[in-house]
């Protein structure tokens, strides 16, 4: 199970910083990552990170956002800085399958029931 929370209104160029929660066991052995879906758009990545550490971003979010983890707390955080009015939608935290997300089985993988950002201008 995934609980995301930090959620919420903020003006043009404001940050927020997101958590996302996960039960259960072995979370530092895989890849989380962070999703969004705007109103009539399809669901987009974000972030996400390896087990390792290493990470990737969406083109639009880069410079802007930076994920991290906290395996101790079994928590992944996405720090969302310099956000915009297109920055507005459902933010979802993804568990893959796997120690990273080109090794992940999608059988395994689990969403989050997501946090509304909305940015106004």
């Known amino acids: 199970q995934l609980v995301e929370s930090g959620g919420g209104l903020v003006q043009a160029g404001g940050s927020l910083r997101l958590s996302c929660v996960a039960s259960g066991s072995f979370f530092s052995l895989v890849a989380m990552g962070w999703y969004r879906q705007a109103a009539g758009n399809e669901r987009e990545l974000v972030a996400h990170?390896?087990?390792?550490?290493?990470?990737d971003y969406g083109d639009s979010v880069k410079g802007r956002f930076t994920i991290s983890r906290d395996n101790a707390k079994n928590t992944v955080y996405l720090q969302m800085n310099s956000l915009k009015p297109e920055d507005t939608g459902v933010y979802y935290c993804?568990?893959?399958?796997?120690?990273?997300?080109?090794?992940?089985?999608?059988?395994?993988?689990?969403w989050g029931q997501g946090t509304l950002v909305t940015v106004s201008s």
């Open positions: 990170i390896t087990s390792s550490g290493s990470t």
């Open positions: 993804m568990k893959y399958g796997g120690s990273a997300w080109w090794v992940s089985n999608r059988n395994l993988e689990v």
